[in-house]
């Protein structure tokens, strides 16, 4: 399934309108806008009608561009910055 238009969204928790990549199906899913929502959990999604995931078609996902930055990113950089000033710091 892949996302065709985001109907609500509210911080990263959204509704959002998914359409089969084989058949056509458009459903209606809340989703949660990240990086591993996007890339990892909605390829997998089966559609209801044919059975088939974005995966099973053998389609590669699109990219989903998330509304806010996402954390796990952030969290590295974090980590990273406080590496550098402690090392600083000794
Ligand atoms: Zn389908």
Same mark, same amino acid.
């Given at each position: 399934?892949? =996302?065709?238009?985001?109907? !609500?969204? !509210?911080?990263? @928790?959204?509704? #959002?309108?998914? *359409?089969?990549?084989?058949? #056509?199906?458009?459903?209606?899913? !809340? #989703?949660?806008?990240?990086?591993?929502?996007?890339?990892? +959990?909605?390829?997998? %999604? *089966?559609? *209801?009608? &044919? #059975?088939?995931?974005? =995966?099973?078609?053998?389609?590669?996902?699109? &990219?989903?561009?998330?509304?806010?930055? @996402? @954390?796990? +990113?952030?969290? +590295?950089? /974090?980590? %990273?910055?406080? /590496?550098?000033? =402690? !090392?600083?710091?000794?």
């Amino acid at each position: 399934m892949k =996302l065709i238009e985001i109907t !609500s969204q !509210s911080r990263r @928790d959204f509704q #959002g309108k998914y *359409k089969c990549e084989g058949c #056509g199906n458009i459903e209606e899913h !809340s #989703g949660y806008d990240d990086r591993n929502f996007h890339d990892n +959990v909605t390829p997998n %999604w *089966k559609c *209801k009608n &044919c #059975g088939k995931s974005t =995966l099973d078609l053998g389609i590669i996902p699109q &990219c989903v561009n998330t509304k806010y930055p @996402d @954390d796990t +990113v952030h969290a +590295v950089f /974090r980590r %990273w910055d406080r /590496r550098k000033w =402690l !090392s600083k710091s000794q």
